[in-house]
């Protein structure tokens, strides 16, 4: 369950590090993957592990490992191109903090989705951030963004925030209301638009809604392999609540 | 199947700790909760493991570790808040009397449920004893606690008291008659009144009874999970008498 | 599969160890614990392993783990209370010969079971015996035990005798006329009766005849269990002959 | 997951190394082969480990471990001819890396293909390149090579342009029109006239396509037990874009 | 997955090593078996791991391990007597080897069975055979043994030539025409018979096929068993050619 990562470039110290791994509608990887295009940022790492399925990626005809960082600036993306399996999630999890650490990260915002029934009522979904941090917390309460209260949290973006606990490094979720099955680029637009006002990013997630039908079905095969994902992953405890607060 | 600790506080010298984790009727993770909440008591620790589900919680939006112990004077808990599999029961119980013992506890008390079939007709669920020195199980019988006589006892639970065996460390474990598959606040409130009376700690349980129906519905996923460990961890021979005293 | 042992008395010099582990009939264990009993054996070991189910046991309020020995003067008996899993077979055998060795055992004696197809009829099931050490055969000839000339033995005593063969350790297996899948009183009282005469052991098998009926209902857990860890342990090839002699 | 190899000669330093492994239509190992045979090439290498299954290969009566390489001059070609399990891809496409890096090639090719639903009606299959360094694609391109622009490739062939990635090794692959779940003699004919054509090797390909039927036949198990490890390689993903990209 | 030897006497330097392990109609074992009772051939080691069923056999009331080595002057003959399970066959062949080559063996022969569906209108089942030294394929030939040309073999037979491959040891396969999954006494008379010839072992092979039925009978446990282990090792790999030679 080792991970070995393959620096291409350094990050600026101070930098913050979004992570987009597949999820409750996919919603991670879609954004993350549109901040990367819109902002033009460059790729300067690689993740790889033996317990990843056999996997490669072109783009542009140029070969990529399917796990990987892109960066500019100040700003980091980690993506994950394809679904994470619960046995290995601890291990990423950890090999991103760590890495993160290295390099001199000044905060992790992981993105996620939660599922809500009524998703296709819902225009503009809205987004509910969680932080480790208090002064995060009140930074996001500030900014408009209601905090989850009440709760567990399953996924990576969990065990991610649970690093940034442990270790006491600043560590935000930003998690819009999303179908839960299907890849959801409105959702995805949400985060983006959150992030934007968030921290400074301008970026129009206009095209990520027009693009819906289409993103949609380009990523059926992920959606499947990351609803199986998700079925080990004890997200049905997403929806009770913690015995303590019962 | 490695633990690992993360300390907050130190807890005081010759404390003693309560262990809930879940089992029969969730009694003792219910119990545990009740306690930390009416006594106000502190995070001082968590409890992280690979083997675990990849989740997080989240109580008045602050992040926590499923896992955890709270403490304030010479009173700790131990909570879990999801359920525990078989495979990894050793080494939690073996992390439990680790840390307990390298911190300076005086004691172990595990809490847990015996099932009996005609729970709905006990208004008043009897609590069980069980202990690890001759003096211990003195003094539970001096307070009117009945001693466990025959038979198995499964679970997290058993292998706390085991390790207090093996160890020469004080243990005790009080059961209280509780449906097997459902939450069972009532027996809760039982074992709470028992420590209450046994240790000289005051707490009203009147509100365990009085959100019961609420409790059962919000702890029905962590019930389900639960039974699928009770029914791998050879709870069956709980049922039945050891050859030896057959 | 790593066992642990807890000494609480050391055996005398010299002692012989019979081992009586849950398989055929659960002869084993039934003779074992009637011996513990009715000779007023003390409690010396116990044997722990984290690949064993999460159990302890209770008698007369006295917490014990389910694996253990017990022992006077030059006599101990290794009993079993749970079933054991073929996985972790070699490493019992192995470890049950490394403590007697490291005690100073002057040989082993293995109490099991052969199931006989016609056992209802018989009211006096024969004892077979088997042993590693040429003098050991002659003693048991000699004592009027037919030896078990052909044949495979398959579970616990089986590596009991292996480990003792590879070591040129005295031991011997005595095997019962038995039902397989149900325990037999009847046939362990033959077991002791044996034991009695080949070691001047003076002991009145009448009560194990007497409760037979009680015993029987009483494991039927332990039984049940004992059956699914025969099918996996290969007891098949005991009802053929070895390719070498068929 | 180990991997041995055994040397019989050394290869040319500088030499090109050419990967046939089991995947879509076997194309891979029916083109090498079928160069190996052809040019004559001389034994070299074997690779092996415990975790293939148990069997050895005959040919004019001379032993043969199934996975091997071959070598004359410059051109080497490394040939499975069973299937590989996906768990042990990683440390197969590691180990060819490995032993090719120490032994001074000077690039990797490594021969598959991608399934075409009306491979049926096409008479000469297209082959589509991919490579890790800028210099290679654009020397594909001036041959005439369409290049794979964006999407997944899945298998051992696909984890040897990794590591090549990951190590900045010359990596090229070259991947025919196929069947996926039929031995397509046909495609593999048109891989060795793009090797021909690209590296000047020159072989008459006509005997693959005169004995297209026969080869059919004789591959059938291997295509059978290939089909079973592509279901588990992630092959799906193949049919998809990837996120970034959709 | 580590085999253990127990030497009880040392084989004499420049001995043959015959091996006869369950696989195709159990010919090896029983043309083992039947030259060890023959030749009067002694014990004089076993192997024994814990990935093995726990078993032990008894011959004339003489405990003995299931898989050992017997012999007498230049001729050692390893037998095992129950099935290999294609987990541990690496293992063991490499212990085999291990151990022959530190005995100081000049060499070994492998027997076993090659199936044929027309087996039951053969009198005399022909023997095939394979080497891995030039100069034991020119001995074969010349003794008129027909020597296996293009083709897959799997098992342990395979494995222990593919240990004499690679470590450049004399090893020698011979496999008679067989029935599959029924023991065949004929086919090991066979092999009997050939040995004789060969290697100038005088034996009596009429009382194999005059006992045919009833070593049929008492061999149905290990052949079943058997057939299981064969169906994992990539038989049907045996029944097609390799890419190479297609």
Known sequence: MAWRTHDLESPKKGFKLIVGVPDVGLVGPIAASFLIKSLNLKLIAYFDSDDMPPLLLFHEAKPLLPVRVY??????????EIAISPRVMPSLARAIIDWATKKGASGIIALSGIPVPNRIEIQNPKVYGAAVKPEDREFLKKSGIELLKEGFMSGVHALVL??????????????????????????AASLVSTLGSLFGIDVDVSPLKE??????????????????????????????LPAMYA
Chains 1, 2, 3, 4, 5 share one sequence.
Do not use: H, W
């Open 162 to 187: 649970k690093e940034c606990l442990v270790k006491e490094i600043s560590g935000i979720a930003l998690l819009a209301e999303a179908y839960m099955n299907y890849p959801d680029p409105g959702a």
């Open 71 to 80: 960066g500019s600036g100040e700003l980091c993306v980690f993506i994950s």
């Open 211 to 240: 693009q819906e039908e289409e993103i949609r079905i380009k990523l059926r095969e992920l959606m499947k392999r990351t609803v199986e994902t998700m079925r080990q992953a004890g997200k049905e405890y997403e929806y009770t």
